[in-house]
């Protein structure tokens, strides 16, 4: 929880976060305190695999709600209608060609809190992302990912 900056997202994230937060108190939590209750049932907790499982997952659990309670301090919702146009910014959809192999990708630019690698939402945050963020068509990018640089024309913006 080291980042304490604004946490932009969609309503759609929002709800999304929201959702999670009361599945994780709602559901999981109360699963993982019966969990503990029938492991504390059986006997010496000093040789009870199941007990210490089943605290380092509520410690898992307790975590995740206090990181999203966190976040959800700092939430600014952004309406899709609000991004300039015509710029790589949050919520734009960039399709980019790839100068290497001319390969066609699409990436829809998101907070990290909305990523969704098989929907194409990437973060802004990624170093594809940070590489794209500003871009406008017809802009070339260099892009340092861990497996070299890519070059990307951005031949779209919606």
Same mark, same amino acid.
């Given at each position: 929880m080291?980042?304490?900056?604004?946490?932009?997202?969609? +309503?759609?994230?929002?709800?999304?976060?929201?959702?999670?937060?009361? /599945?994780? @108190?709602?559901? $999981?939590?109360?699963?993982i305190? $019966?969990?503990?209750? /029938?492991? /504390? #049932?059986?006997?010496?907790?000093? %040789?009870?695999?199941?007990? !210490?499982?089943? @605290?380092? $997952?509520?410690?898992?659990? #307790?975590?995740?709600?206090?990181?999203? #309670?966190?976040?959800?301090?700092?939430? =600014?919702?952004?309406?899709?209608?609000?991004v300039?146009?015509? @710029?790589?910014?949050?919520?734009?959809?960039?399709?980019?060609?790839?100068?290497?192999?001319?390969?066609?990708?699409?990436?829809?630019?998101?907070?990290?809190?909305?990523?969704?690698?098989? /929907?194409? !939402? =990437?973060?802004?945050?990624?170093p =594809?992302?940070?590489?794209?963020?500003?871009? %406008?068509?017809?802009?070339?990018?260099?892009?340092?990912?861990?497996?070299?640089?890519?070059?990307?024309?951005?031949?779209?913006? +919606?």
């Amino acid at each position: 929880m080291s980042d304490s900056g604004p946490v932009h997202v969609s +309503a759609n994230g929002l709800k999304k976060m929201k959702e999670e937060l009361h /599945r994780l @108190k709602f559901t $999981a939590r109360p699963e993982i305190v $019966a969990e503990i209750k /029938r492991a /504390r #049932e059986m006997g010496d907790l000093s %040789e009870n695999a199941e007990y !210490h499982a089943a @605290k380092e $997952a509520q410690g898992h659990i #307790e975590r995740q709600i206090s990181e999203i #309670e966190f976040k959800l301090t700092r939430i =600014i919702v952004i309406n899709k209608e609000d991004v300039v146009k015509g @710029k790589a910014y949050l919520f734009a959809k960039v399709t980019v060609e790839d100068l290497d192999d001319g390969e066609i990708e699409e990436y829809t630019l998101v907070s990290p809190e909305e990523t969704d690698l098989d /929907r194409g !939402h =990437i973060s802004i945050k990624s170093p =594809i992302g940070q590489g794209l963020l500003g871009g %406008e068509v017809g802009d070339v990018v260099e892009i340092k990912v861990p497996a070299g640089v890519m070059k990307y024309k951005i031949t779209k913006i +919606a």
